[in-house]
């Protein structure tokens, strides 16, 4: 039986543990930050290992055996007080049993890509000094040879665009959105691994754009709560992500075709 190890459990890799553990039938190991969800992955047959991205001092035998897996999946996202993330990940990628894992795949973000306007596909020329985040850009030539999803806008479920917006003035409204949906991004990887995809980059975005208007005042619609203020009317910068390309070569899918759909 496989073992997908799972770096970063949270609000997508916890989801990930649970169905890849249902579905797929893997021992499943996944990594928290905290002495309190090591009880909840324990219950839910999922071996726990406390690792934190911004403490560097982890003991050697938590990281042999977490990394003694058939499958990684990083799902840590860079965050701006920690301070350590890069080096966390030099020294996971440094580790003596990275060479034995038959795959990694590395849940990025697609603001990787410049700000500019434009469809921007996988082709992108992308340098440091145009990254419009550049630790993920960094991050991205880390984990370079090998998969990496570079995700839209997560959302779905309890994470709603417009909601935390309520009342609140906001511009932009005619900006077109990237959103993509976390069960969206979860058959991603499913497929993945099951075609042992090994190297390669894959934008994962809507193939619909509305303006950021249309969505929040949808989902004020479906879910009842107050509406943001918009001010404003001009044309707003099309920045777009194409997510085709996943289509294409793996023939994978869609659920969610456009992020008003969502659920």
């Not at 060479?99 to 996988?122: H, W």
């Not at 193939?207 to 509406?227: I, R």
């Amino acid at each position: 039986m496989s073992t997908v190890s799972i770096l970063g459990c949270g609000w997508l890799g916890f989801e990930l543990a649970l169905i890849l553990l249902e579905k797929e039938n893997y021992i499943i190991k996944a990594s928290t930050t905290t002495i309190e969800k090591t009880a909840l992955l324990e219950k839910q047959n999922i071996i726990p290992f406390l690792i934190n991205s911004n403490n560097l001092e982890i003991h050697d035998y938590i990281l042999n055996d977490f990394l003694d897996c058939t499958i990684l999946i990083i799902a840590v996202p860079p965050k701006k007080e920690n301070k350590h993330y890069l080096t966390f990940l030099k020294q996971i990628m440094c580790h003596h049993n990275i060479p034995k894992i038959k795959q990694i795949i590395f849940i990025s973000s697609t603001s990787v890509y410049p700000e500019d306007e434009k469809n921007y596909t996988e082709n992108e020329l992308i340098r440091e000094e145009n990254s419009s985040k550049k630790i993920v850009y960094k991050a991205e030539q880390i984990l370079k040879n090998h998969v990496i999803l570079r995700c839209a806008g997560l959302m779905g479920y309890d994470r709603i665009a417009g909601k935390y917006f309520a009342n609140k003035i906001l511009k932009d409204k005619n900006a077109p959105v990237n959103y993509v949906h976390r069960d969206d991004v979860i058959a991603a990887i499913q497929l993945i691994i099951k075609k042992e995809i090994r190297n390669n980059i894959y934008n994962l975005c809507c193939a619909k754009h509305p303006t950021k208007e249309e969505v929040y005042l949808s989902n004020v619609t479906k879910y009842g709560f107050e509406k943001p203020l918009f001010e404003g009317s001009e044309k707003e910068k099309e920045r777009l992500i194409d997510g085709s390309k996943i289509t294409r070569e793996l023939g994978y899918e869609y659920i969610y075709h456009n992020p008003i759909d969502f659920i």
